[in-house]
């Protein structure tokens, strides 16, 4: 069986970013995976939060960046102006026909490394392709998060906000969104423009609304006070952005607490005014219940921060758990458990640690996107990450590609006397 040099999982934004890098270093890569599949699974009428200018995927040459593709469809990709989600989803496939090898739509199901080094990669159908190192772009859907007190409702009570199908299939319907952030926050105003009664429930005591972002082209003064970035405005998200690497040198417990607390929720500002039309908001409450109803319904219990506060009940059809993501080695599930019990981690989170290449602990096992932002910081949680993982993590493949690899010498066991010499087993030594 011929061996790739690499195989990528994953073809979203960080999957064929890696991917463009590989091909454009010669590397023999293949990609597996639906182009853009979360893009394109969400509800119509999002809008990207980041700016146009900071959602490019990337190539070494940025020749395929999205103000280019916006050109070849006659927008504007200017900033301060959203774009929805399904032009951005479009783009994805736009950069992966130029850039990218042909992308194998099929499902990863399994990767296995081998006894003598590389990796068995298996596909949903069956099929095996070996590969000297292997590139894990799983994206966001193997991590969505929903809260313990939901997880036992039936599918057809609770979604998490990133499997949320058309709003329009709520009409006429009472919807309770879970969340304080954007996603809570734009899926409770598309609730209530497709004519959903919709109710946000968040912990935190109030909402947090991005600014206005100023004009790119500023005087100098303003421009020190508040630099633009990646992830918005100030000298933290500079760091964040810009720094991802000194951000991987701190001490694990710091980077899980960074990792949990920066770039908190809130709301885009576009989103402010679209908002007042929610007509249900309740905040500084927390669900401690969730019961059906017998009847199709959930009956949520709800309740304040203090011991004392007392519990509300509310009857809604449907939760909407837009909770975020728990980037963690256990749902890494095309990785076997074996391999994944032996990798390191940042800290006790459970999530994986990475080296400066985005290689794991595993020799050859590289990680790439969201799982990897406990490690490398908030620019992994968003699409202007990518060309700075991209970059590096080719850098690694090629130096583990360079690595003396190991090869299998027979090695003589006790056997029968008519056994041949050798027979029973071999061991790998470094070639």
Same mark, same amino acid.
């Given at each position: 069986m011929h061996d790739d040099d690499l195989v990528v999982v994953g073809a979203g934004p960080y999957g064929l970013s890696v991917a463009a890098h590989a091909a454009a270093r010669g590397l023999d890569v293949r990609v597996f995976g639906r182009v853009m599949r979360s893009w394109h699974s969400m509800p119509p009428g999002m809008l990207l939060k980041s700016e146009p200018w900071a959602s490019d995927l990337s190539d070494p040459a940025g020749a395929h960046g999205l103000a280019a593709y916006a050109a070849t469809r006659r927008v504007r990709a200017e900033h301060g102006v959203p774009l929805p989600v399904a032009f951005f989803a479009?783009?994805?496939?736009?950069?992966?026909?130029?850039?990218?090898?042909?992308?194998?739509?099929?499902?990863?199901?399994?990767?296995?490394?081998?006894?003598?080094?590389?990796?068995?990669?298996?596909?949903?159908?069956?099929?095996?392709?070996?590969?000297?190192?292997?590139?894990?772009?799983?994206?966001?859907?193997?991590?969505?998060?929903?809260?313990?007190?939901?997880?036992? %409702?039936?599918?057809?009570?609770?979604?998490?906000?990133?499997?949320?199908?058309?709003?329009?299939?709520?009409?006429?319907?009472?919807?309770t969104v879970v969340g304080a952030g954007q996603a809570a926050l734009e899926t409770a105003v598309l609730l209530t423009e497709a004519g959903a009664h919709a109710r946000v429930v968040?912990?935190?005591?109030?909402?947090?609304?991005?600014?206005?972002?100023?004009?790119?082209?500023?005087?100098?003064?303003?421009?020190?006070?508040?630099?633009?970035?990646?992830?918005?405005?100030?000298?933290?998200? %500079?760091?964040?952005?810009?720094?991802?690497?000194?951000?991987?040198? %701190?001490?694990?417990?710091?980077?899980?607490?960074?990792?949990?607390?920066?770039?908190?929720?809130?709301?885009?500002?576009? %989103?402010?005014?679209?908002?007042?039309?929610?007509?249900?908001?309740?905040?500084?409450?927390?669900?401690?219940?969730?019961?059906?109803?017998?009847?199709?319904?959930?009956?949520?219990?709800?309740?304040?921060a203090g011991p004392d506060a007392p519990v509300t009940e509310v009857e809604t059809d449907h939760v909407v758990a837009a909770t975020g993501f728990a980037p963690r080695l256990d749902r890494l599930d095309p990785l076997c458990p074996e391999v994944r019990a032996g990798l390191g981690t940042v800290g006790r989170g459970g999530a994986p640690e990475v080296s400066g290449h985005f290689e794991s602990s595993h020799p050859g096992l590289f990680l790439a996107g969201l799982v990897t932002a406990p490690a490398y910081g908030p620019a992994m949680r968003f699409v202007h990450g990518a060309g700075y993982t991209a970059e590096r993590l080719v850098r690694g493949v090629e130096r583990r590609l360079r690595a003396p690899r190991p090869t299998a010498v027979p090695v003589a066991r006790p056997g029968p006397a008519d056994a041949p010499r050798g027979a029973g087993g071999t061991v790998a030594t470094p070639g």
């Open positions: 479009a783009y994805g496939e736009w950069f992966a026909r130029r850039a990218v090898p042909d992308v194998d739509p099929r499902t990863v199901v399994a990767v296995r490394p081998r006894p003598h080094g590389g990796f068995t990669v298996t596909t949903e159908d069956g099929q095996e392709t070996g590969t000297h190192t292997v590139a894990l772009a799983l994206g966001g859907n193997p991590f969505l998060d929903v809260p313990a007190v939901l997880r036992p %409702l039936a599918p057809h009570l609770v979604t998490h906000s990133s499997d949320l199908p058309d709003p329009a299939g709520f009409a006429g319907r009472d919807v968040a912990r935190s005591p109030r909402l947090v609304w991005n600014t206005v972002p100023p004009a790119l082209r500023r005087g100098a003064w303003e421009a020190a006070r508040a630099p633009h970035t990646g992830l918005g405005c100030g000298w933290r998200n %500079l760091l964040y952005a810009r720094t991802p690497g000194a951000f991987r040198r %701190l001490p694990g417990p710091t980077r899980e607490r960074l990792f949990a607390t920066a770039l908190g929720p809130a709301g885009a500002w576009w %989103l402010r005014h679209r908002f007042e039309a929610v007509p249900d908001v309740r905040l500084g409450r927390s669900v401690v219940a969730a019961d059906p109803t017998g009847d199709g319904r959930v009956r949520l219990s709800l309740a304040g």
